[in-house]
């Protein structure tokens, strides 16, 4: 197995297994004792693991020898290709699950007695008796799909004939057989995800058939084990139809108790991404030399990455489960698309945080999609676009709930949001006696929203949904809380409105300063060069968003337009230069994110990444030149200018620049910097 592996279909033969990537949570560890067997059916929504735990299981059983498998050939049955229902058939499967349990117990009756060879001398229907001699059919799954051929009145006789000629057979198998069956959610999928579409094109559909023949599946699992220890039945099933088990039989809790319902801790998801980065070579670490010590240190580059807003210092993997549904599929999205950047691309703090919220991006697209048939017709992607901020009160959560609801019946878009785990809201840790966030994990709860919102004084947006809702919604971006990281069990800081009043934007940062100028003050010669400097950005600034003058001899500029800002820079630095003593400036340009304030209706700057990453650069800059970054480059070259950037070296010969300030904690921070000439 590779790295990053998110398809356990890649698994093809028990060779391509790598027992090293599956995680053993004692739950795991149990289902797969080879003395154990009393759990049977691998429950969790998509993105959890389902086959690759169930092939694990199949390893082991042909591996030890202690029973026959079907599948012959490969790991698990699983139906291919499209069935297409008539009404007549609709009506049928969509009844209840017990049509479904009666064509399960033929397929497999069918596939195990032809397996051990015991099928002679059986006097059934015509069309079952057709079936039972095709010996091109060997699996369950080629009985099964067979079987959804036959009309009702020819399921209900073969349903007959299984009862009084087949079940008596099975009863009297000797011969221990394990059967694994798999992605039958899948190859009903069109039930729950084209609804809308034409039944020309589809077929008859209905939700209900992908719901039943999982659950059918899982009644007849269990059922078998009652009828012949011997014959052991392992399936997958999507934890959404499993839900509804309680509504369908008085069973619920027996088959409840043989089912394995998978679920990880953030510790779990932890070793699991090390369990990547450890089949990774040595040349794509960040840090070689922590590859032993701490893998993902050595994979990340760092242990730590800084919050753009509240400047706090985050576990870099906590970073990335942030950006997660918890499950192992989104790590492994994530671990993919940043094992593509080069490990110098990986080191600069920016582009790893970008490659984490890109990833993020695509888990929320295809969760969305996944979720959307089991939650109506709310239309979640449009109401998201509507959303003010990722932090809501709860009377903006009231507001937008009426105005989505006018003139119809109620929509509880909301409550559809926190069930899926996409909404969080704020709560009492009673054990750490404080304020925490709260999200649902998927499957947690059932998708069908039922009206009801835990009651809170705030509601999160999971981080996942924002560059989803900031491309629709660019005010989206722009509520920021400077206060507190929205993350699964974080602790949550009230705090003043006024506080939160900041917005973000993608602006063009100017630093600069006077070069030597503590000599000038130190002859007195210092004044001149203040008043000329003090003039000259006063002219040349007329445009500018904001101008900070910071000390007397060095100022920040902060502009939406990049040639008028290093047109502004040259000028400045020209002006300044005419002064006694010919001061020269060192300036910095950078493009990126700045936070805004507001002070008696007048911006100022708040922060942000772009004001400190020109700071930072700022100090490197040879006097009388100005710098820019890769970011201030790419955005010059969007608009005419007769501006030239030309690359400068490292210090080590390389084409970056570590500029983090030198002996404290900050983390790396590697920029690509060009001396900007006309």
């Not at 690759?52 to 042909?62: G, P």
């Not at 059986?122 to 009309?151: C, E, M, Q, Y």
């Not at 009702?152 to 198998?173: C, F, I, K, N, Y």
């Amino acid at each position: 197995m590779r790295a990053w592996t998110v398809d356990a279909d890649d698994i093809r033969v028990a060779e391509d297994f790598d027992e090293s990537l599956l995680h053993r949570t004692p739950e795991i560890d149990s289902f797969l004792s080879p003395d154990r067997d009393d759990k049977f059916i691998v429950i969790a929504t998509k993105g959890f693991g389902k086959t690759l735990l169930l092939k694990a299981k199949r390893i082991l059983y042909q591996g030890g020898g202690r029973a026959g498998c079907l599948p012959v050939g490969n790991l698990l049955d699983k139906p291919i290709g499209d069935k297409i229902f008539s009404r007549e058939a609709l009506a049928f499967f969509a009844a209840s699950p017990l049509p479904w349990s009666k064509l399960w117990l033929t397929a497999i009756a069918v596939a195990t007695l032809k397996h051990v060879g015991a099928l002679d001398g059986l006097k059934v229907s015509p069309r079952l008796a057709s079936l039972i001699d095709d010996n091109r059919l060997g699996g369950v799954i080629d009985h099964f799909v067979r079987l959804l051929d036959f009309t009702p009145s020819e399921l209900q006789r073969s349903a007959t004939d299984t009862d009084g000629h087949l079940v008596p057979r099975l009863r009297a198998v000797k011969a221990p057989l394990a059967i694994f069956i798999d992605g039958i959610d899948e190859y009903f999928n069109k039930h729950v995800e084209d609804r809308g579409v034409s039944p020309s094109v589809t077929g008859e559909l209905s939700p209900n058939v992908w719901h039943f023949a999982q659950l059918g599946l899982v009644e007849v699992a269990y059922q078998l084990r009652r009828i012949n220890h011997h014959l052991k039945v392992f399936a997958a099933i999507r934890k959404e139809a499993y839900a509804r088990l309680p509504q369908r039989t008085a069973m619920s809790q027996q088959y409840r108790g043989s089912a394995i319902d998978i679920a990880y801790s953030l510790e779990s998801l932890r070793e699991i991404f090390v369990n990547n980065v450890r089949l990774l070579k040595a040349d794509r670490m960040v840090r070689p030399d922590r590859l032993r010590a701490d893998p993902l240190e050595a994979f990340l580059g760092r242990a730590h990455v800084t919050h753009t807003y509240t400047r706090e210092d985050e576990d870099a993997f906590e970073y990335v489960c942030r950006h997660t549904l918890l499950r192992p599929r989104d790590l492994m999205t994530i671990g993919e698309r940043l094992g593509a950047l080069r490990p110098e691309e990986r080191r600069d703090e920016y582009r790893l945080k970008e490659g984490v919220n890109q990833a993020a991006t695509e888990i929320a697209h295809e969760y969305l999609a996944e979720i959307a048939p089991h939650t109506g017709d709310l239309d979640l992607e449009g109401f998201l676009r509507r959303l003010p901020g990722h932090i809501l009160t709860r009377g903006e959560v009231e507001r937008l709930f009426a105005e989505h609801s006018a003139g119809a019946d109620p929509k509880h878009v909301f409550c559809a949001l926190f069930r899926a785990g996409l909404l969080g809201y704020v709560h009492h840790d009673q054990i750490r006696g404080e304020s925490a966030q709260r999200f649902l994990r998927p499957g947690e709860a059932t998708l069908e929203p039922d009206g009801v919102l835990p009651r809170a004084t705030h509601y999160l947006v999971h981080p996942v949904l924002s560059d989803v809702i900031g491309r629709v919604n660019p005010d989206y971006l722009q509520r920021i809380d400077r206060v507190n990281v929205v993350g699964y069990g974080r602790p949550w800081h009230e705090t003043g409105s006024d506080d939160r009043a900041v917005r973000v934007e993608m602006l063009c940062v100017l630093k600069a300063d006077v070069y030597g100028f503590g000599s000038l003050m130190r002859a007195g010669t210092d004044a001149p060069v203040r008043k000329a400097l003090e003039d000259a950005v006063k002219r040349w600034c007329q445009g500018a968003m904001i101008v900070e003058s910071r000390g007397g001899d060095a100022f920040v500029i902060v502009h939406d337009d990049p040639v008028a800002l290093a047109q502004a820079a040259r000028q400045i630095m020209d002006e300044v230069y005419q002064a006694p003593g010919q001061p020269r400036l060192r300036i910095a340009l950078h493009h990126g994110e700045v936070q805004l304030g507001e002070r008696d209706l007048v911006p100022v700057i708040d922060g942000g990444d772009a004001i400190l990453c020109a700071a930072r650069v700022e100090p490197h800059v040879d006097p009388g030149q100005i710098w820019a970054t890769e970011d201030f480059r790419r955005e010059l070259a969007r608009k005419p200018s007769l501006w030239r950037a030309t690359p400068i070296a490292g210090p080590d010969g390389g084409d970056s620049f570590n500029v983090k300030k030198a002996g404290g904690p900050e983390p790396d921070l590697w920029v690509r910097l060009y001396r900007l000439e006309l």
